[in-house]
């Protein structure tokens, strides 16, 4: 006569473990007081402060109730199932059939299409909503280059940001030049500074590199708010419009010029400004979506991913490492001169308080929310950080909130963004051994 499996006290007939899931509710509830209680229970009044124990009370039983039913849901079979898929599809580079063929080809073309028609239907805050998402997305791109592709971390990012913006209100300030003189010279000067800070960080790695281009960013950032004779300082300087072959979109044009809509015999709106930045914008970031793209297919490509897994194995292979890492400095800066000089001209103006760390912080988020190394991933995550707020209005106090809860969410379940890198397989020829 066998002996029956003893049954934990603490454990029902159907498998649940009620004791472990009990502890891991009081744990997140005690995590969900000190990170809300602060934050929701206390409301600033003037020169004094209002307890409100009521909503962190509903905010921390929301979480344990939660907590408790995703306990118990992890226990079922469906729910070991999906821990190991979150545990099996963690990290690398997802390889593709070779005759994979992508959706991405019906899509992409359908996306366009959207975009020439989302101007007929939007109004002017949908448009400058789409805009700031755009020029993030330029931003995110070239970001992806240097910490996505070649594994350097930039937290100063923000700086080539500002070279952009304020080459366009300097060109236009001191030399008379326009929207279209200053966005090749923005890049160029972008990509510029992004070789001299190459220079200096080539032998640093991790937290060091971290820390000296977060510095770089804040020398930036300090020169353009203290430089008063030059920068206008906190106060800011003018941008310059854009303008079509000479022809200016505002009501009057300056110097007794012709404006655009006289010319063209058409009704004034004041939207044109918008709509003419959205449409040259729209067309660069296709320009460099399809530059990445193929770039991350040609040698220098390669080489930025060999020196983000293995910088010793990279130089092993006799690949200069000095170049690799000054061509992703260069080229993800260029980036960002050019999103600069769309921020400058969409604005109107500039001033130092556009260009903080909390810029480069959010660019940095995108480039991890959307995928290391993924374009396809920046290019929604861009959407989704700079939208979303948008949308979230109503909730203004807790966005950064929501942001970080955001972040640690995909750091637990999606490490590798929202979208993983992947490459083609490939075929191997006939009479080679696999």
Not at 76 to 93: H, I, K, P, Y
Not at 178 to 196: M, Q, R, Y
Not at 294 to 307: H, I, Y
Request: hydrophobic letters at 55%.
């Amino acid at each position: 006569m066998s002996a029956a499996n003893p049954v934990s006290p603490n454990t029902v007939s159907s498998g649940f473990d009620i004791k472990r899931s009990l502890l891991e509710t009081i744990v997140a509830g005690l995590l969900a007081l000190i990170v809300f209680g602060p934050v929701v229970g206390v409301v600033l009044d003037g020169y004094s402060f209002n307890a409100e124990p009521r909503r962190v009370a509903w905010l921390v039983g929301g979480v344990m109730l939660g907590r408790f039913l995703l306990s118990l849901y992890l226990q079922t079979a469906r729910g070991q199932r999906m821990l190991q898929g979150f545990e099996s599809g963690g990290s690398g580079v997802h390889v593709l059939a070779p005759d994979y063929k992508s959706r991405l080809r019906y899509i992409i073309p359908a996306l366009i299409v959207i975009a020439m028609v989302f101007p007929i239907f939007a109004n002017k805050y949908l448009l400058t909503v789409v805009i700031l998402g755009l020029i993030y997305v330029l931003l995110g791109l070239g970001l992806n280059i240097v910490v996505g592709l070649a594994g350097l971390l930039d937290l100063g990012y923000v700086a080539f940001y500002a070279i952009g913006a304020y080459g366009l209100a300097l060109g236009y300030q001191y030399l008379g030049l326009g929207f279209w003189s200053v966005l090749p010279l923005a890049a160029i000067a972008a990509a510029l500074a992004g070789c001299i800070l190459g220079f200096p960080v080539l032998r640093m790695h991790g937290d060091y590199l971290a820390i000296v281009t977060l510095g770089f960013g804040e020398i930036i950032r300090l020169v353009l708010n203290n430089w008063l004779s030059f920068t206008g300082g906190p106060n800011g300087m003018p941008a310059p419009a854009p303008t079509f072959m000479g022809l200016e979109f505002g009501r009057r044009a300056k110097d007794g010029g012709v404006p655009f809509h006289e010319f063209f015999g058409i009704d004034y709106n004041p939207n044109l400004k918008f709509l003419f930045i959205y449409v040259v914008l729209f067309l660069v970031v296709l320009a460099v979506l399809y530059i990445k793209h193929r770039l991350t297919r040609m040698p220098v490509g390669r080489a930025w991913e060999a020196l983000r897994e293995d910088e010793i194995a990279c130089r092993s292979m006799g690949l200069n490492h000095v170049l690799v890492k000054l061509s992703a400095f260069t080229i993800g800066a260029s980036t960002a001169g050019l999103a600069g000089v769309f921020f400058a001209t969409y604005q109107g103006f500039v001033n130092p308080s556009s260009f903080t760390f909390f810029e480069s912080a959010l660019i940095l988020a995108i480039v991890v929310l959307g995928g290391m190394g993924s374009t396809v991933g920046v290019v929604i995550a861009a959407f989704v950080l700079t939208v979303a707020p948008e949308l979230l209005r109503s909730f203004s106090e807790y966005r950064v909130l929501l942001f970080g809860v955001l972040m640690v969410l995909m750091m637990i379940w999606r490490p590798r963004g929202l979208i993983r890198i992947s490459r083609a397989g490939v075929v191997p020829r006939k009479g080679v051994a696999p």
